[in-house]
């Protein structure tokens, strides 16, 4: 019981269906049952990948989290930290020899992530930016890895981009946010160069995010359905520019709305 509350099966299960969405938008409903094995393949990566990343984390956290959450597997001794370990290791290693059943592009995307997760609980956690950076890549590559898996990138670099630029701008409005709890912890961003600056580089990652927006149809990659779609999310985005300055919280639930809005947006364009 302890390992899956280790593993946080619900996280796995949202990451599978996140990479099962880029799937189908960038295939085609109509085509998804050609990639269906490699589909449920990369889903299985996702699980696996997810589940070793917690494992990961929570080893890695475990002095901290004797505090902060104590009621996880590792301070309440139902898995120890060695044990954790070892399941991140093995599921790591689950993950990239699954990957050797879809393609090329997939084990590149699979090695690169799992090469970034460990920087990131290693070494950039702590580091700000860098630590931002790491967490945008891995929310992309998700998106990435399902084009990937049926061999439609065009559509799938778009979307891991949009992803990546809307996740940057939201964790660095949550370091706004989480600024006097991090301090003796962390040296983030709002803390080497205030919260102002800081608060105009989110900004610019909601904006630049609206302004890759138009891209998968210009391209004639989506349908023109995806259009009013997406001005939805737009807008959502450029609220979420200007409001975090006041309401941090508010700003990065409300860029979470927004990429979800984004998120229906391209499977409506792609599906109809």
């Known amino acids: 019981m302890g390992y899956f509350r280790l593993f946080r099966l619900g996280n796995c299960v949202m990451g599978a269906f996140g990479a099962l969405l880029a799937a189908v938008v960038c ?4 085509n998804i049952e050609d990639f269906a094995i490699q589909v449920a393949y990369s889903m299985s990566v996702v699980i696996a990948f997810t589940a070793a990343g917690n494992s990961l984390n929570d080893y890695f956290d475990r002095e901290v989290d004797k505090v902060a959450h104590p009621e996880r597997p590792i301070p309440t001794g139902s898995v120890t930290p060695s044990g954790a370990l070892i399941a991140a290791v093995l599921l790591f290693a689950i993950a990239l020899a699954l990957s050797f ?14 090469a970034v997760m460990v920087g990131y609980e290693r070494f950039l956690k702590a580091e700000g930016i860098a630590g931002n950076l790491a967490i945008s890549w891995l929310t992309g590559a998700l998106f990435l890895f399902g084009g990937a898996a049926v061999e439609s990138l065009d559509l799938a670099w778009i979307l891991a981009a949009l992803a990546f630029l809307a ?53 004639d990659l989506l349908s023109v359905w995806y259009v009013p779609a997406v001005a939805v999310a737009d807008a959502i985005f450029i609220y979420c520019a ?5 309401e ?6 409300v860029a979470k709305l ?10 409506v364009g792609g599906v109809f």
């Open 27 to 30: 295939a085609g409903l109509e």
């Open 167 to 219: 996740t940057l701008g939201r964790e660095i409005v949550k370091d706004i946010q989480d600024i006097e709890g991090d301090k003796g912890s962390r040296l983030t961003l709002p803390m080497r160069i205030g919260t102002r600056r800081a608060g105009i580089l989110a900004s610019l990652g909601f904006l630049g995010a609206v302004a890759l927006s138009p891209a998968p149809y210009l391209l």
């Open 242 to 246: 200007l409001i975090h300055f006041r």
């Open 248 to 253: 941090p919280k508010k700003g990065q639930k």
């Open 101 to 114: 059943m879809i393609n090329l592009w997939s084990i590149a995307i699979v090695i690169t992530s799992i």
């Open 258 to 267: 927004a990429m979800l809005v984004a998120l229906l947006a391209f499977l």
